[in-house]
Nanobody, 126 residues
Framework: QVQPVESGGGLVQAGGSLRLSCAAS????????MGWFRQAPGKEREFVAG????????FYADSVKGRFTISRDNAKNTVYLQMNSLKPEDTAVYYC???????????????????WGQGTQVTVSS
């Protein structure tokens, strides 16, 4: 099993940057695709970015493409989300998830599948 724990959230001004980290325990971490999702108040959870277990492939939501970068370090059992040029509409709780998916199909993973963290709050002020 894999248990993700997110960190790195906080308050930042529009145009600023944050890096989220997700440390995942479990021997199978390196064989799972990892994804970042977010949920803003009153909205459904949405996919942000995914990365394959081999590190070679990534996939992004159109809303963050060119601004966010997902990466992983299997030796450290950690996945990262570098967020640049942040906008107020990026404000949300960000969740890390792991699952036996590809970097693309993890975008459709539901909360009843795979393993999910508790989330970290990101607030972008205008």
């Amino acid at each position: 099993q894999v248990q993700p724990v997110e960190s790195g959230g906080g308050l930042v001004q529009a145009g600023g940057s944050l890096r989220l980290s997700c440390a995942a325990s479990g021997r199978t971490f390196s064989t799972y695709a990892m994804g970042w999702f977010r949920q803003a108040p009153g909205k459904e959870r949405e996919f942000v970015a995914g990365i394959s277990w081999s590190i070679m492939s990534t996939f992004y939501a159109d809303s963050v493409k060119g601004r966010f970068t997902i990466s992983r370090d299997n030796a450290k059992n950690t996945v990262y989300l570098q967020m640049n040029s942040l906008k107020p509409e990026d404000t949300a709780v960000y969740y890390c998830a792991a699952g036996p998916k590809s970097h693309i199909t993890i975008a459709r993973m539901t909360t009843t599948e795979g393993y999910w963290g508790q989330g970290t709050q990101v607030t972008v002020s205008s």
